[in-house]
């Protein structure tokens, strides 16, 4: 089945750094991928979709210029959260939709900690 | 408005008991359904799907759903669950035209011994 792969899967850095997040569809082509995050006991939040070769469409309330989105290859977006800032911190997840098919494939989930 | 909910936020019930997560959704066009799974600090599974055909959909680890659209329900059931079933349950919905996902709130099973 398709596998979409997440690096790093847990990351702790200092308030005001940045940080990027890989998503790799590993068997499988994706011009599109999206991003969500995750507080504790909540639901997924939709941030913004990844487009290859194109800029990002994001989600009403989403700061654009403090998560940045490249999809620069049919098999790789990235997410680099910028001047990250404790409430920055949560469980970022990506997801990629199969070729000719509705379903999703998610990845494994990234848990940002920002000190 | 498109939207998905999840009335049951937390349901707890009791090992080798049947169990059954609502899901209903509001929408004008045609839909897709998902059930997914997530462990703690892991990614989201695929429990199953309805895409056409069946209305009763059959998934992984015995569990099922049926879409009723005149209830515009498409709610989880399982005969008798498990305590490695203690999960939170994601129900999500494709509507048709659109790419991305919505989900549902999230519900907690909790498998009591």
Same mark, same amino acid.
């Given at each position: 089945g398709a596998v979409v792969s997440q690096h790093p899967s847990r990351v702790i850095c200092k308030s005001g750094t940045s940080v990027k997040i890989e998503c790799r569809s590993l068997d499988f082509q994706a011009t599109t991928m999206f991003w969500y995050r995750q507080f504790p006991k909540q639901s997924l939040m939709l941030m913004a979709t990844s487009n290859e070769g194109s800029k990002a469409t994001y989600e009403q309330g989403v700061e654009k210029d403090k998560f940045l989105i490249n999809h620069a290859s049919l098999t790789l977006s990235t997410l680099t959260v910028t001047s990250a800032h404790p409430e920055d911190s949560s469980f970022y997840i990506c997801s990629a939709p199969g070729t000719g098919s509705y379903e999703q494939y998610f990845g494994p989930g990234t848990r940002l900690t920002v000190t | 408005a498109q939207s998905v909910t999840q009335l049951d936020s937390q349901v707890p019930v009791f090992e080798e008991a049947p169990v059954e /997560? %609502?899901?209903?959704?509001?929408?004008?066009v045609s839909v897709y359904l998902f059930w997914y799974v997530q462990y703690p600090n892991q990614g989201l599974q695929l429990l199953l799907k309805y895409l056409s055909g069946s209305t009763l959909v059959k998934g992984i680890n015995g569990f099922e759903a049926e879409f009723n659209k005149s209830?515009?329900?498409?709610? /989880? %059931?399982?005969?008798?669950?498990?305590?490695?079933?203690?999960?939170?349950?994601?129900?999500?919905?494709?509507?048709?035209?659109a790419q991305k996902l919505v989900f549902g709130q999230g519900t907690r099973l909790t498998i009591n011994p």
């Amino acid at each position: 089945g398709a596998v979409v792969s997440q690096h790093p899967s847990r990351v702790i850095c200092k308030s005001g750094t940045s940080v990027k997040i890989e998503c790799r569809s590993l068997d499988f082509q994706a011009t599109t991928m999206f991003w969500y995050r995750q507080f504790p006991k909540q639901s997924l939040m939709l941030m913004a979709t990844s487009n290859e070769g194109s800029k990002a469409t994001y989600e009403q309330g989403v700061e654009k210029d403090k998560f940045l989105i490249n999809h620069a290859s049919l098999t790789l977006s990235t997410l680099t959260v910028t001047s990250a800032h404790p409430e920055d911190s949560s469980f970022y997840i990506c997801s990629a939709p199969g070729t000719g098919s509705y379903e999703q494939y998610f990845g494994p989930g990234t848990r940002l900690t920002v000190t | 408005a498109q939207s998905v909910t999840q009335l049951d936020s937390q349901v707890p019930v009791f090992e080798e008991a049947p169990v059954e /997560l %609502r899901c209903n959704y509001s929408s004008s066009v045609s839909v897709y359904l998902f059930w997914y799974v997530q462990y703690p600090n892991q990614g989201l599974q695929l429990l199953l799907k309805y895409l056409s055909g069946s209305t009763l959909v059959k998934g992984i680890n015995g569990f099922e759903a049926e879409f009723n659209k005149s209830q515009t329900s498409f709610h /989880l %059931r399982k005969p008798s669950v498990h305590i490695s079933d203690t999960a939170e349950y994601f129900c999500a919905v494709n509507f048709k035209g659109a790419q991305k996902l919505v989900f549902g709130q999230g519900t907690r099973l909790t498998i009591n011994p």
